[in-house]
């Protein structure tokens, strides 16, 4: 059997303060690769600079000007003799990376973590969808390769038009760091959700749910994520809602946590249920972390989201927008400490088949495909 042939990748990515999924992925990714893979991390950053760290030490951080990003990458490529560009943004940014990889004739690979189908439920829609779906299918066809995280996004891009290859491969997590902790009963029971306060998670939904579920169990919420998110941040509203509704004393919002914190996961391994009140998602980091430490999930019957969270074994799916289903799914798990804990157990082997190690075998291997 052949070594595998070493290489040399520049990833590209769009950088959120503070950091979220997309983000989380990467880093992951980036550490975990094996010797075999360099990677120069290439990042525009939004709302703060952060130092960025990586225990990995063939991994470098560039930031990416404001002006002239297109031949800063291309110049960039061409300087670190780069095998291979990899994208995870289709915005103006991965078009950048797409013309940098046709000018140094560097191979291209788009992992799309968005959709061209992220609805804001305003008349907006009728406009911002058909072009975002023209923009999604030009630019992405231009690409060497595509990667989705789930069957769902995959099937979507080919109904838009997509014919280049699509290779799905799942975000992954670490299940030797996400692990659950002994099954106990802690009264009062734990809700969680973790993630942005935006509008597209429709927390809205999540507090009204949570106002009717206290008429029928004793239960607080946590709910983790920056309350100075970069864009579309929703806290200012949320916290004027709990207190109108004199939910105070059991809505904690410890505010963000570092993504493989050890806080962030004691906060999954003692609460009793995960919830996820997102319109649409293409895979959900957080879900996967929730299982992976053993949290049976209630989350929206849409998006990707059935693909993780199986009904009736791992979790619950509600309609979406709807706070009665999502109640009565939410005290059909609170109020069975035996059905919690079977779910609990089949929403861990789930998430083993997620293990973050598969999804960088698979990347790596793409990254060989595509250099022979």
Known sequence: ????????VLMILEWYYPIGGIEAFVHRLAEKFTPGTEVILAVRYF????????????VSVVKIPAQKRMAFLARLAREQ?????????ISTLGVAALFAGIWTRTPVIISNHRVPVYRTFTWRDWFYIPVTCLWYSFFNNLAQCLTTPTETVARLLRKIGIFRPIKVIS????????????????????????????????????????????????????MIGSKETYMGNTWSHLEKKITAAGIEKYVHCPGHL???SKELIQHYQQSDVFVLTSYYETQSIVTLEAMACGLPVVASRSGALPELVQDGVSGYLFRPLD????????AA???????RKKMAAAAREQALA???????????????????
């Open 258 to 260: 570092a993504h493989d």
């Open 354 to 372: 997620h293990d973050i190690t598969h999804s960088v075998q698979a990347f790596e291997a793409l990254y060989q495909q595509l250099l022979k």
């Open 1 to 8: 059997m052949q070594p595998q042939q070493s290489h040399r």
């Open 333 to 339: 798990l609170l109020q069975d400490e035996p059905l």
């Open 81 to 89: 003799q780069v095998d291979i560009i990899h994208s995870h943004h």
């Open 323 to 330: 706070p009665t289903d999502l109640a009565d799914k939410l």
């Open 171 to 222: 975000c992954g997590v670490d299940t030797a760091l996400y692990q659950p902790a002994p099954f106990q009963v802690v009264h009062p029971l734990k809700i969680l959700y973790v993630g942005r306060f935006a509008a597209d998670k429709n927390l809205d939904v999540l507090l009204d749910t949570f106002i009717l579920l206290r008429k029928r169990v004793d239960v607080e919420l946590t």
């Open 47 to 58: 709302g703060r600079t952060v130092p960025l760290s990586f225990h990995n030490p063939r």
